[in-house]
Nanobody, 123 residues
C-alpha cells in the first residue's frame, strides 16, 4: 500500500511551465505504476499521464502529449509531472494515483489516491 501526496500546484500564466511532485509513502513503491489524473468541477476525473513500475512504459492523453512529461525516481518514492506550454484548458485539480505494476487509463483501475493539487492557468 502507498499513500500519495501531491505538491507544486499554483497559479501561472498561459505559456508557462510548472512541475508537480508526488511523494508516495509506503512499501515497495517501485512495484507500482503511477499516474496523474485531473478533474474540473462538475466533470469526470480524466487520465493525464502514467508511468509503469519499471518506467519502461509511459503514456499520455492526447491533450497533453508533447507538452507534459511524467517521470519517476524510485529511490525517492517520487513521481513528477513536468507541464510545459500550459494553457487555460489545463486548469484543474491534479491527482496522483497508484496501481500495482502496469499502467491503467481509467480511474477505477487505481487503488491509491492523493488529495490533489490545484493548477490554475490564466490567459
Amino acid at each position: 500500500q502507498v499513500s500519495p501526496v501531491e505538491s507544486g500546484g499554483g497559479l501561472v500564466q498561459a505559456g508557462d511551465s510548472m512541475r508537480l511532485t508526488c511523494v508516495a509513502s509506503g512499501h515497495l513503491f517501485s512495484t507500482y505504476a503511477m499516474a496523474w489524473f485531473r478533474q474540473a468541477p462538475g466533470k469526470e476525473r480524466e487520465f493525464v499521464a502514467a508511468i509503469g513500475w519499471l518506467a519502461r512504459n509511459v503514456d499520455y492523453d492526447d491533450s497533453v502529449k508533447g507538452r507534459f512529461i511524467i517521470s519517476r525516481d524510485n529511490d525517492k518514492n517520487t513521481v513528477y509531472l513536468q507541464m510545459n506550454s500550459l494553457n487555460p484548458e489545463d486548469t484543474d485539480v491534479y491527482y496522483c494515483t497508484a496501481r500495482h505494476r502496469t499502467i491503467g487509463y481509467h480511474k477505477w483501475e487505481y487503488n491509491y489516491w492523493g488529495q490533489g493539487t490545484e493548477v490554475t492557468v490564466s490567459s
